[in-house]
């Protein structure tokens, strides 16, 4: 046999590559084979960079860099499953990274969504399930990418998945929905989907953890809408909650149930379910037992506040009496944010009236006065804010915080480092101060001062409740004074600047409360308070009814500045010793103080008229005399004498001595109090101010006290001193010749002779309206004469005087009484004006008549302005617009008594001080139109 010999073997092809065996050491080179066209090679490209990318966040963003996310969404879309399943496992890890996401935004969501929502069929292999969720899930943290999925029916393919066995899946596809559930549309998706709202509450019996947090999360979110909420209620979540909390494995999971049913417990229904199945008492002894975790108490307490501020779940509570279980948390030891949220959810039940009383006859009180102690500022908060709530409207409440010594806690409180803590406190005060003996107890305290550093607080709520707290505390001159004392006004006064609303009109309120008092006013004035309120009231944004009344308030006690900005002083509004007629003042301007005008150098704008009867001490320099005229004047001014020369007549004559004696005694007691006006002290001033002295107008003062005062009837009064008035200042004008009256040619002699704008009205011996109303003014004011001081235009000034019925009808009595002395034979003696204006000695003018006739002997002090007349007729009264008394007889010849004329109201009239000085002008009269304006 020959030898065998072995065959070659045939050669491969030559179009055949042969097999090459490729160790990557880089990732860069794996990313160079995803292009690779065979799907081995890219099946196992895929799975090295998933591991790569997988390990940390640092290699997610190497493979950005490296340009991984383009091939990597192309092959998503490839025909094998094995490729695109392990591209969605690299890409769903890269996703994690937020710098991938942003690459991912700026494609088309053709690419980057579209393609992934495929890879959610069922029919795909389970891992490809879970990285796609786990890529959807990723880009669920953006809200762009939210509104695309809702769009792109995300949320039906989501829900879709939670029903697949696998936990991976179901973890990754629940954390995703609750992603897309920050969208309320979501919410509504979720319900729509069939068994949807089913499979979430499912979840949360899953044996992990993880998943029960998220579908707990997930539930959480459903239960805001409140159609969710009748779904679920129907669907027993209640007790679901209940059993759920009952389950002390899962303590660590309460917090969060505890949040859902905190939702749930929002609806009056879910509430009502509760309390009628029993579930609110479990609830109750799960927040009272002693093994329940902290965090699940304090979520508990959160529930009970949220539930409680609807007022139907505030009755359910209180019939199930709930607050016992919040009350006895208070004492519970070494648990901060329980006791703190405890508080907090009294504080919301105390809202209801019976709650409030409930609490504090229960107890409540004394653990929150305790907890103010407390050096956690949460717990502090938390009590002073329950204090507030419960001490609103409620006496007994604070009687109790009071008797628990809570009162000294609370004012300390005022100066804690916690906004909210100062806050709450000036609130439980406030509530406090409407009782008197709180509110004596308070200030004994030290309020006034300690509401000094909630005023200083940058906090606009605190400084808006510190104003309301100072308008509650300073209604007494003690709590004024002491304000004034600690410096509060000025702190006052910079809220007024406040660009908050609140701040400023709170704040505007606190100045009208501490401007009641006069030397407070001035005290304000001081410190700007009248600047920054006229720049208020001048600002149409920033004025409203606040600021408006304490501008009137300030104004009320500023008499200067009033007459200067509203040109008008009411019958309220008395001028004193100080008060000064600088003009109209627009409101842009200010008004200066006295001093500083006084120090003006001479100018040639109308003077100053002063009002100050007040002798310097010790006396500066004395101020001359105008003329010996006006001594003479100033020491006979107008008096009226009349006596009778009759028995009969003696025991009249008496009275009126005795009348005239009260009123000056009157007068000058009213003098005395009006020279003793406290002044506000200066410190160290380098020259005290001392406002010139009119001692011509004290004269006239004591004349018109003694001589004016006395009359029977207010008409007298008022027309005897319109007569005194216009004889001190050039006696009557004819009309049409105003402007031919010489009255500012002394004025200029006069501001020339003492140097100074400011001029004492005694020392005038002419004026015209504006000289004579504001005369008239302050004359009436001191012997209690009603009358207003009314500024015009073009120097005209006017005063009104209210006069009823009853002053005709006591006027006529009086001329009656007249009458029947006369007709006993009673001579009168009168003094009457000559046409100079100056005074006669007595002359008798009516003497018993010889005839039956009845004849009127009216006492005038004028003969051309209140003539005698016959008849019992008024004729030459001077009351424009008044119907003259009417008499008549009987048909035996006797006369008849008219009925009594009404009293009120009252009628409003004008004193003629000019034309015819002492008539009375009615206001709706046409001489009184001619009075008040330009010839």
Known sequence: MGKKVKKDSEPPPSDVFDAVTVDAKIAKTAVLLLDSPEDEVLVKSCESLYRFGEKSLENKSTLLTLGALEPLLRLIRHDERAVHRNAIMALGVMAGHPEVRRELRQRDPKIYIKPVQKLLAPEEETITHEFATLYIASLSQEYTTKTLLYAKDGVEQLVSMMKTPDPDVQKNAIEAISLLLDDFRARATV????????????????????????????????????????????????????????????????????????????????????????????????????????????????????????????????????????????????????????????????????SRDFIGRNDGIAPLVSMLRSDKVDVREAASLCLSSLTASNAYNCAEVFDRHGVEHLVKMLGDTAPMCMRYACISLCNMAPDEILRSAIMKQGVIESLNSTLSSTDELVQSQASTAVSAFVCDAAARSEIRASGGLTLLVKLLRSGAVDVRRNAAWAV???????????????????????????????????????????????????????????????????????????????????????????????????????????????????????????????????????????????????????????????????????????????????????????????????????MHTRR????????????????????????????????SKLKMELGSNVIPIGRLTAGIHYHRALLFKTLSDRIALPCTLERGQYNRAWNEVLLTDKDTA???????????????????????LDAEHKFHSPVPILSKPSTGTRKSGRVSIADDVLPVSDGGSRHGSGIVGDTPRQTSASAHGEPVKPSPPPEFPPKAYIVDLIYTPGSLLRTDSVECSYYQHLE
Request: net charge negative.
């Open 810 to 832: 006591e006027d006529d009595e009086v001329d009656e009484e007249r009458e029947t002395s006369i007709d006993g034979g009673v001579d009168i003696e009168v003094e009457i």
């Open 191 to 354: 319900r729509k989907v069939d068994t949807g709202l089913e499979t979430v509450i499912e979840l949360t019996k899953s044996d992990y953890p993880a998943i029960q947090t998220l579908a707990l999360d997930t539930m959480e979110k459903l239960t805001l809408d409140i159609l969710n909420r009748e779904v679920l209620r129907e669907l027993n979540l209640l007790d679901h909650c209940l059993k759920f909390l009952n389950k002390p494995e899962w303590a660590n999971l309460h917090t969060n149930c505890l949040r859902v049913l905190s939702n749930m417990l929002e609806d009056f229904d879910s509430c009502e379910a509760l309390y009628s199945s029993g579930g609110l008492t479990k609830l109750m002894s799960f927040i009272t037992d002693t093994e329940t975790l902290p965090d699940a108490k304090t979520a508990a307490c959160v529930a009970v506040a949220r539930a409680a501020k609807q007022n139907e779940n505030r009755k359910i509570f209180h019939e199930a009496e709930l607050e016992n279980s919040l009350i006895a948390l208070l004492s519970t030891d070494n648990e901060t944010k329980v006791r703190a949220s405890a508080a907090r959810g009294l504080a919301t039940m105390s809202e209801n009236i019976s």
């Open 716 to 747: 007298q009064q008022v027309e005897a001193l319109g007569i005194i008035v216009a004889n001190k200042l050039g006696g009557p004008i004819e009309k049409g010749k105003l402007g031919e009256f010489p009255y500012e040619l002394q004025a």
């Open 512 to 710: 009208s409360v501490c401007a009641a008092d006069p030397e407070t006013a001035a005290e304000l004035t001081k410190h700007g308070a009248m600047d920054v309120l006229t720049d208020i009231q001048n600002s149409v944004t920033l004025r409203n009814y606040f600021t408006e009344q304490a501008f009137n308030k300030m104004l009320d006690n500023s008499l200067p500045a009033k007459y200067a900005f509203t040109g008008r002083l009411d019958f309220t509004d008395s001028i004193t010793d100080g008060f000064f007629d600088c003009g109209q003042v627009r409101n842009e301007c200010k008004v200066k103080p006295l001093d500083d005008l006084c120090r003006e150098d001479v100018n040639d704008k109308r003077p100053i008229l002063l009002i100050n009867t007040i002798e310097s001490q010790p006396p500066s320099t004395p101020v001359p005399s105008s003329s010996a005229e006006t001594d003479g004047q100033g020491a006979e001014a107008g008096r009226l004498k009349s006596s009778g020369s009759k028995k009969g007549s003696a025991r009249g004559g008496k009275k009126r001595r005795s009348k005239k004696a009260a009123g000056s005694v009157t007068a000058s007691s009213d003098e005395e109090g009006l020279a003793e006006t406290p002044q506000p002290p200066l410190e160290n001033p380098p020259e005290k101010f001392v406002a010139p002295w009119d001692p011509d107008l004290e004269s006239w003062i004591q004349v018109v006290s003694n001589d004016i005062r006395p």
